[in-house]
């Protein structure tokens, strides 16, 4: 660890600012191996894949699901991260499976009517006639 000097000698003070500053670097060494990281549980383990629904029954029996999840106990988002379905998915065709639940005549009138449009176009026909009806 000592160092020749140019006229021979040895050079015995930079031996002992060397010894300093590799024994600092080691203490920031050990610190930073302490430190260890802590590792975040993937959110992905806890989600099933989303699926696309197809029909207004299928938005019905995913909006039952989601109901029987939130009974059990817990929260509405821990349901919904549960099934792997998006918040606002679930408020925008809400009105059908709402008509569906409240008021099944009505339902299938509209079913009937429906000629292979949207589920969003359907689900505004939907809320339409739950809004028109105070009954509803």
């Known amino acids: 660890m000592s160092s020749l000097s140019s006229d021979g000698s040895f050079d015995e003070s930079s031996d002992s600012?060397?010894?300093t500053t590799s024994s600092d670097e080691d203490s920031k060494k050990r610190k930073k191996k302490g430190r260890a990281k802590k590792h975040k549980k993937s959110k992905k383990h806890d989600q099933k894949p989303r699926t696309r629904v197809q029909n207004p029954k299928q938005v019905v029996t995913r909006y039952n699901k989601i109901l029987r999840l939130f009974k059990r106990g817990g929260t509405m988002s821990a349901a919904l991260k549960r099934l792997g379905v998006d918040r606002n998915t679930i408020v925008a065709t809400a009105p059908i499976a709402e008509l569906f639940i409240v008021a099944p005549e009505?339902?299938?009138?509209?079913?009937?009517?429906k000629q292979a449009q949207k589920l969003s176009l359907f689900?505004?026909?939907?809320?339409?006639?739950i809004s028109a009806d105070p009954e509803v």
């Open 17 to 19: 600012s060397m010894s």
């Open 106 to 113: 009505k339902y299938t009138e509209l079913e009937k009517n």
């Open 123 to 129: 689900a505004t026909q939907c809320a339409a006639a």
